[in-house]
Each structure stands twice: as C-alpha cells, then as structure tokens.
C-alpha cells in the first residue's frame, strides 16, 4: 500500500468519532511493527494498520473504511498509545459501544504485538480458572487464556474433544466453568 493510498485512508477517518483513554505502554520492537506497517495479504485478514503523522490508523482490509485512530507519544525508548478514537459514522460501522470498541481494539493489539496483558476478560476471571491455568501453565505457556469470543464456543470446544479423546483428554474444571458462565449473557462475542 503506497503512502498516498494511506493518507488517503487516513484523511478519511470520520469527524464523527467516541474517544477513550488507553495508556498503552510499548517497547520499541512493538512500535517498530506499527512503523513498518502491517497490510492485508488476503481478504481473510481484517486490517491494514499503519502511521500517518502522529497516529496509528486501523482500516478494514476489505473497504478501506477507518475504523480506529490512536494518538501516541514517544517517550526515549518507549511508545505510550494515549487517545483511542472510534468512528461513529455509522454508514462504515455500526457499533455504538465505546466500551466494547475499546475491548476489541485492545484484542487486536493482543493478537499483532503478541501479548496476553492489554485485555482481561472479566467472565473468564474466577479463581478456579486461575488456578488452573497457575497449575498448569508449565504445560501450555502459549495458550494461558481462554478466548473471549464466545463461551459458548470454547465449552463446545472442550465438548468435542471430550467426546472424541476422552481416553486422552481430560479438562479440569469443566462443570466448574459451566456452572461459573452459566449467569453471563452471550453478547460480547468477538
């Protein structure tokens, strides 16, 4: 993507916008992945991220439509991203939930920087599944928490290996999980 079709994409975020605090703190080698840019190879990823002046610009791969811009500050070795901006043009995206705007971004950013710190989901937060993952964390340190996009889909996830393995697999804490996301309700699928 040429830096015309960037600042192009960039000029167009709406003037219609929810704004949030973030204080996201990164390293140099995490801000230097932003700097490079990452730009879709296919339509199957989402987002075309990359710098205009002083702001991070998330554009969905698939229209162009800017979607988020974050403020950051450079301080010596450090990035701190600062002021979220979501559009609320609701002819390029339909959410109106700051808060969940804010959770997803915080997703993405998990997912390119490789971190586990910047979103906590808060169904998934009961002592028993920390304890668990403590317990066991020698054993899978690349999978030490359960996605959020829905629990639906991870309970049939352990199902079906359960089903399918059960001489193999066991799942500590299964009813324990069940009985504990039971009361959530199943809106806050990413």
């Given at each position: 993507?040429?830096i015309?079709?960037?600042?192009k994409?960039?000029?167009?975020?709406?003037?219609?916008?929810?704004?949030s605090?973030?204080?996201?703190?990164l390293?140099?080698?995490?801000?230097?992945?932003?700097e490079k840019?990452?730009?879709a190879?296919?339509?199957?990823?989402?987002?075309n991220?990359?710098?205009v002046?002083?702001?991070?610009?998330?554009a969905?791969?698939?229209?162009d439509?800017?979607?988020?811009?974050?403020g950051?500050k450079?301080n010596n070795r450090?990035?701190i991203l600062?002021?979220?901006k979501v559009?609320?043009?609701?002819l390029l995206?339909?959410s109106?939930?700051?808060?969940?705007?804010?959770n997803?971004?915080?997703?993405i950013?998990?997912i390119?920087?490789?971190?586990k710190?910047?979103?906590?989901?808060?169904?998934?937060?009961?002592?028993l599944?920390?304890?668990?993952?403590q317990?066991?964390k020698?054993?899978y340190e690349?999978?030490?928490?359960?996605?959020?996009q829905?629990?639906e889909?991870?309970?049939s996830?352990y199902d079906s290996?359960i089903?399918?393995?059960?001489e193999?697999i066991n799942?500590?804490?299964?009813?324990?999980l069940r009985?504990n996301?039971?009361?959530?309700?199943t809106?806050?699928?990413?």
């Open positions: 993507m040429t015309e079709i960037q600042r994409i960039a000029e167009s975020f709406s003037h219609k916008y929810a704004e605090e973030l204080n996201i703190e390293n140099e080698n995490e801000f230097k992945l932003f840019g990452i730009f190879g296919s339509m199957d990823e989402k987002w991220i990359f710098i002046d002083s702001s991070i610009f998330f969905r791969s698939w229209t439509n800017c979607i988020y811009k974050i950051f450079k450090k990035t600062d002021n979220l559009s609320r043009d609701e995206y339909k109106a939930d700051l808060n969940y705007d804010t997803m971004l915080k997703k950013l998990e390119y920087l490789n971190r710190d910047l979103y906590i989901d808060q169904r998934m937060n009961f002592s599944i920390q304890q668990t993952i317990n066991h020698a054993y690349s999978k030490s928490h359960i996605g959020s829905s629990i889909l991870n309970l996830i290996l089903i399918s393995s059960s193999f799942v500590n804490g299964i009813e324990e009985r996301t039971a009361k959530f309700k809106n806050m699928n990413f």
